[in-house]
């Protein structure tokens, strides 16, 4: 009997193959750069089965860094109202992310970001491509001003992530989300919308 070749069918390893192999991407070139053709290479199967098992890239990426929500769905409460208002929108939306049982994945992701460079690189990837570009884009932003401007406020976000949810820092770690959303929400539209060089 001949011994089939080529790539490998759809079996329980199949999917933990694809997201081995798309964390290796993802960490490696980046979600822009990686593609689901070279994702299927790499796992040793055919692209439509990728497709088959996550959809999209971008739900491909959210699986692989065990995030349950889609933050593109969120996007719109983010952005309601226009741009005055969004950093305290962004932080709020943020806590309530955070602050619900969706959130535990993502401490348990920024520990590790904080000691393993790998998973750094796939959060890095994540708030970028995920989270800020996609609000970034739709304010009416010089495109050159994009990257220092989501870096910004990856300081405040990340920030408050830390002392929140990770050293617990008393009364930000208790504190009502509407108190830290117009604590912080300024400081974050500033970064958005404001003037840099002041």
């Keep these: 009997m001949a011994r089939r070749t080529g790539r490998r069918p759809g079996n329980p390893d199949t999917r933990e193959a694809i997201l081995t192999a798309a964390r290796a991407a993802f960490a490696e070139r980046g979600f822009d750069a990686a593609s689901i053709r070279g994702i299927a290479s790499a796992a040793g ?4 089965l990728v497709h088959h098992y996550f959809g999209t890239k971008e739900e491909l990426f959210r699986t692989t860094m065990n995030v349950p929500i889609d933050p593109a769905e969120l996007l719109p409460r983010v ?3 226009g741009p005055d208002g969004v950093g305290q929108r962004l932080v709020r939306t943020f806590l309530g992310v955070w602050d619900s049982p969706a959130g535990a994945p993502a401490v348990a992701l920024l520990r590790s970001a ?3 460079e790998w998973t750094a690189r796939l959060m890095r990837e994540f708030l970028v491509t995920q989270v800020f570009r996609r609000v970034l884009d739709h304010l009416d932003i010089d495109p050159a001003e994009l990257p220092l401007r ?3 406020v990856a300081t405040q976000m990340l920030g408050l992530a830390m002392t929140r949810y990770v050293v617990r820092l008393e009364p930000v770690a208790s504190a009502d989300p509407e108190t830290l959303a117009a604590a912080i929400g300024p400081t974050v ?3 958005l919308t404001g003037d840099l060089s002041a």
Excluded: F, I, K, T
């Design 45 to 48: 199967v055919d692209p439509a």
């Design 79 to 81: 952005l309601a109202g």
């Design 114 to 116: 904080v000691n393993n």
């Design 150 to 152: 989501g870096s910004l």
């Design 189 to 191: 539209q500033r970064y």
